[in-house]
């Protein structure tokens, strides 16, 4: 992990959906592109969900960080799009299973959220969603936290990086 900070940034968008109280169900997906410090323009998509009780919940997928001990609080549903920023180096730092917590409040045509995604490398990423007018929308409010699996790729390789 780099310690000198935020090493990568972009643009994404997501779309999630949760109902419970501890206990419940929830889903999120998210796809995004931007720049990585040691390698240039990359991108990456990450999808997650589950159902049932925090230690024994149905989740996808099974065994990523979190897996176990999913859970939801509230009732939302909605999509927009984010700006992210992460301490990834590359986009293969994001790649593979993680933790993503999270937390969204819809107004109908516009939704705000913030999402923090630790990897298993180690590394964070954190997304926020701005209420945009008609580009995020929702229903509801809440927070959850599931494990998500991501793939990731440089899209322009910058080799003297």
């Known amino acids: 992990m780099d310690a000198e900070g935020l090493v990568a940034g972009g643009l994404g968008f997501g779309a999630r959906a949760f109902a419970g109280l501890v206990s419940g169900a929830g889903t999120t997906a998210d796809v995004g592109a931007g720049w990585f410090s ?15 009780l925090p230690g024994n919940a149905f989740t996808s997928p099974a065994g990523a960080t979190g897996s176990n001990w999913p859970f939801a609080a509230g009732l939302y549903g909605g999509y927009g799009p984010s700006l992210w920023f992460s ?11 993680g933790l993503q917590m999270e937390g969204a409040v819809g107004l109908l045509a516009a939704s ?41 790729k440089d899209l322009i390789d910058i080799p003297w990086l």
């Open 38 to 52: 040691e390698s240039g323009l990359g991108g990456y998509a990450s999808t997650g969900s589950f159902a049932g």
């Open 87 to 97: 301490t990834a180096n590359r986009p293969s730092d994001l790649a593979g299973p």
């Open 112 to 152: 705000l959220g913030i999402s923090v995604t630790l990897s298993n490398s180690g590394h964070w990423t954190v997304a926020v969603a701005p209420p945009i007018p008609y580009l995020s929308g929702g229903v509801g409010a809440g927070a959850q936290a599931l494990g998500t699996n991501t793939c990731a």
